[in-house]
């Protein structure tokens, strides 16, 4: 299974790529935050890959219109929509880098 590496929280999980990286997060009693169980709606669960965007399934259009291009390229991922095939590590923001409603970092 890929390794996902949570650097800024120091922590290693595997993840079952047949399951969102949410999924695998909440699993794992990883730190992750969400409210709207994983509809792609708040915004909240999102991620920032740092290494291995090729090893994350595409983003779908759910995760498009929530995120836009921008966030996107630069490597920001939803969780609850994403997957990862390989080993990846990524950043995982608190909850003092998020908004209350999550809509900006
Ligand atoms: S859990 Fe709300 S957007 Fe992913």
Redesign the pocket.
């Known amino acids: 299974m890929p390794t996902v590496t949570i650097l800024n929280h120091n922590l290693e999980i595997s993840s079952q790529p047949t399951f969102s990286l949410?999924n695998n997060f909440l699993i794992n009693d990883a730190p992750?935050?969400?409210?709207?169980?994983?509809?792609?709606?708040?915004?909240?669960?999102?991620i920032r890959i740092l290494e291995g965007p090729e090893g994350m399934t595409k983003a779908n259009e759910r995760e498009m219109q929530?995120l836009g291009e921008k966030l996107l390229a630069a490597g920001w991922r939803?969780?609850?929509?994403a997957h990862s095939l390989r080993d990846i590590v990524i950043h995982m923001p608190t909850g003092n880098e998020l908004d209350r409603d999550?809509s900006k970092l």
């Open positions: 949410l992750i935050h969400g409210s709207c169980g994983g509809h792609a709606n708040c915004g909240c669960c999102r929530k939803l969780s609850c929509q999550c």
